[in-house]
């Protein structure tokens, strides 16, 4: 079965560029018509959609970050990304990588990974 | 954006309870309404789909309804495992939002 994994750095300086990477395994990330999303949550918080790469290649994100996103895939690696740009304490959250068969149907979680955003 | 609401915000059951979440959205969303639980420390997981169809894997005691504005989520028999914090989410119209979430426990 599909299975999900984030990576990338816990902390990252206010200003500067967070970049997290979802790695796909048990599964092919051009294999099937899927969309692959992130997902966050500040801590002790609610969920918040970022957006999503479809197995395409189109994307579609959160217009109350949508300035500062960038989801791509990388069928190559199978594995796929969000870059988050000037980032400020308000970006401190875990952020989940999912895998779901409709756009906003969100089956398969990674496990989340914890970003603190400081300096 | 289309907001989400639930009641209650929180809940006190024991085990075998019947209980029931409301969800509620700002605007029609047809049936793309989802469920998720998620337990301290982990992702959440999806329990329930288009209103009322259950994600395999999860048992019969969760159900699904509603339509167009107001959804409930039920939880026939309440087990020690499914104390949580449950979330609706609604996939009809991008940014895809959640409920702010009900917290089930002793």
């Known amino acids: 079965q599909v299975q999900l994994q984030e990576s990338g750095p816990g902390l990252v300086k206010p200003s500067q560029t967070l970049s997290l990477t979802c790695s796909v395994s048990?599964?092919?990330?051009?294999?099937?018509?899927?969309?692959w999303s992130w997902i966050r949550q500040h801590p002790g918080k609610g969920l918040e959609w970022i957006g999503y790469?479809?197995?395409?290649?189109?994307?579609d994100s959160n217009p109350s970050l949508k300035s500062r996103i960038t989801i791509s895939a990388d069928t190559s690696k199978n594995e796929f990304s969000l870059r988050l740009s000037s980032v400020t304490a308000a970006d401190t959250a875990v952020y989940y990588c999912?895998?779901?068969?409709?756009?906003?149907?969100?089956?398969?979680w990674g496990q989340g990974t914890l970003v603190t955003v400081s300096s | 954006d289309i907001q989400m609401t639930q009641s209650p915000s929180s809940l006190s059951a024991s085990v075998g309870d019947r209980v029931t979440i409301t969800c509620r959205a700002s605007?029609?969303?047809?049936?793309?309404l989802s469920w998720y639980q998620q337990k301290p420390g982990k992702a959440p997981k999806l329990l329930i789909y288009?209103?009322?169809t259950l994600q395999s894997g999860v048992p019969s005691r969760f159900s699904g309804s509603g339509s167009a504005t107001d959804f409930t989520l039920t939880i026939s028999s309440l087990q020690p495992e499914d104390f949580a914090t449950y979330y609706c989410?609604?996939?009809?119209?991008?940014?895809?939002?959640f409920g702010p979430g009900t917290k089930v426990d002793f």
């Open positions: 048990g599964g092919s990330i051009s294999g099937g018509a899927y969309y």
């Open positions: 288009t209103v009322s």
């Open positions: 605007q029609s969303i047809k049936t793309y």
């Open positions: 989410q609604q996939s009809y119209i991008t940014p895809f939002t």
């Open positions: 999912t895998r779901g068969s409709q756009p906003g149907w969100l089956g398969v």
């Open positions: 790469v479809y197995y395409s290649g189109s994307t």
